[in-house]
């Protein structure tokens, strides 16, 4: 168990419809990732957040949008919802705000959009 | 564009084989090279690598990172059925991104 937890475990949806996935991070941890992980694409960075505010962007589409609250927190909204979007969503948190240093995976989220 | 690419995709072995898992990067501001593990679903960290020609080792597994050829290999001795896991390489930044390869799926039949 790495200390992040990911809530919901799987998520089916229909097209065109709005989701959010939850993560809390490890305990201590200030910086929170998001990476998008499909058959194809393999893992994909989206998004980071550092204490509250976004450090760096990745591949993450306009739809998409990602916060961090006060108590550490995060969440990933995705609208407009498109079968393509369908992969397994994993949250990632470290001590650090660099985010090329070892990071803890959650379980993730199993996206399905139908 | 940051590139990392895995070789080969997809490997079986019998157990006690030794394999080497190969991964390649074009990071820009390469700061670090990183091996995760990844069985049913979260990935799992296995080593972390800096310097050039230096062998990180846990146990059966072991990494260096070459520099010079924008490389890094992942080398398993003895598998185990246990071994078998996607083998994720990342190439990390100095301003906080990892780029993942596409991974090599590694099965190790008893």
């Known amino acids: 168990d790495s200390g992040v937890t990911q809530t919901p475990k799987h998520l089916i949806t229909a097209t065109g419809q709005r989701v959010t996935l939850r993560c809390s991070p490890r305990?201590?941890?200030?910086?929170v990732y998001w990476y998008q992980q499909s058959l194809d694409q393999g893992l994909q960075f989206l998004i980071q957040?550092?204490?509250?505010?976004?450090?760096a962007k990745g591949n993450i589409l306009e739809r998409f949008s990602a916060q961090q609250f006060p108590d550490l927190h995060s969440e990933l909204n995705l609208s407009s919802l498109e079968l393509g979007d369908s992969a397994l969503y994993f949250c990632a948190s470290s001590v650090a705000p660099r985010g090329d240093e070892k990071l803890f995976f959650g379980s993730g989220t199993q996206l399905s959009v139908l | 564009e940051d590139k990392v690419v895995q070789s080969p995709l997809s490997l079986v072995v019998h157990e006690g084989d030794t394999v080497t898992l190969n991964c390649s990067y074009e990071v820009t501001n390469f700061r670090s090279l990183l091996w995760y593990k990844q069985e049913k679903k979260a990935p799992t960290f296995l080593f972390m690598l800096t310097s050039s020609g230096i062998e990180k080792k846990s146990g059966r597994l072991s990494s260096i990172l070459d520099k010079k050829e924008l490389s890094s290999i992942l080398n398993i001795t003895a598998t185990q059925t246990g071994d078998s896991a996607i083998y994720l390489c990342?190439?990390?930044?100095?301003?906080?991104?990892?780029?993942f390869g596409q991974g090599t799926i590694l099965t190790v039949h008893p």
């Open positions: 990342a190439g990390g930044t100095s301003y906080g991104k990892l780029t």
């Open positions: 305990s201590g941890d200030l910086s």
């Open positions: 957040y550092y204490n509250g505010e976004e450090r």
